[in-house]
């Protein structure tokens, strides 16, 4: 199940759930119990393994020679 961060448009509240998107829109605010609630746009932290020389943590996309 996906995980969504949230924001109440009443209050300003942020918070995170854990539902299936269908249920994503009857959620309400855990503050004020708005439910004026819009869907918050966050960074995702991409690591690769510990051996991975990519950039910024990408995986190394580069091809690999044969032999």
């Known amino acids: 199940m996906p995980s969504y961060d949230l924001v109440c448009q009443s ?33 995702v932290n991409v690591m690769g393994s510990s051996g991975d020389k990519g950039s910024q943590g990408a995986p190394n996309l580069a091809p690999r020679g044969f032999g």
């Open 11 to 43: 209050c300003g509240h942020k918070f995170s759930i854990f539902c299936t998107i269908s249920q994503k829109d009857q959620q309400s605010c855990l503050i004020c119990g708005g439910n004026q609630i819009k869907q918050r746009f966050t960074t």
